[in-house]
């Protein structure tokens, strides 16, 4: 609620996750997992800025707005999974 008082640029921009470190192979596994499906993957030569480590840097939303995150990625992903199909009028 506290970002609705937010007083900042009308279109700032704030990451917001889970503000810990997941490899990119960490995470193909949980959405694997949430879906219930195996990823088809097709493996190229390492490109220069890959990232093979992925992080939500949150400093910022948490001093302007107080974002604290509470939701784990292994609990949130399957809700979120859940909510888009819904909304898409599928189910996994």
């Excluded at 990451?15 to 097709?42: C, F, H, M, P, Y």
């Excluded at 948490?62 to 909510?83: A, E, M, Q």
């Amino acid at each position: 609620m506290a970002a609705l008082a937010y007083q900042g640029p009308s279109f700032d921009i704030f990451n917001l996750g889970e503000s810990e470190t997941i490899q990119l192979r960490d995470l193909i596994v949980a959405i694997e997992n949430a879906l219930g499906k195996k990823a088809k993957i097709n493996r190229l030569p390492e490109q220069p800025g890959d990232m093979p480590l992925t992080c939500a840097d949150v400093s910022k939303a948490r001093k302007l707005v107080g974002y604290n995150p509470t939701t784990r990625l292994s609990d949130g992903l399957p809700r979120f999974i859940d909510w888009f199909l819904r909304m898409k009028g599928r189910q996994p």
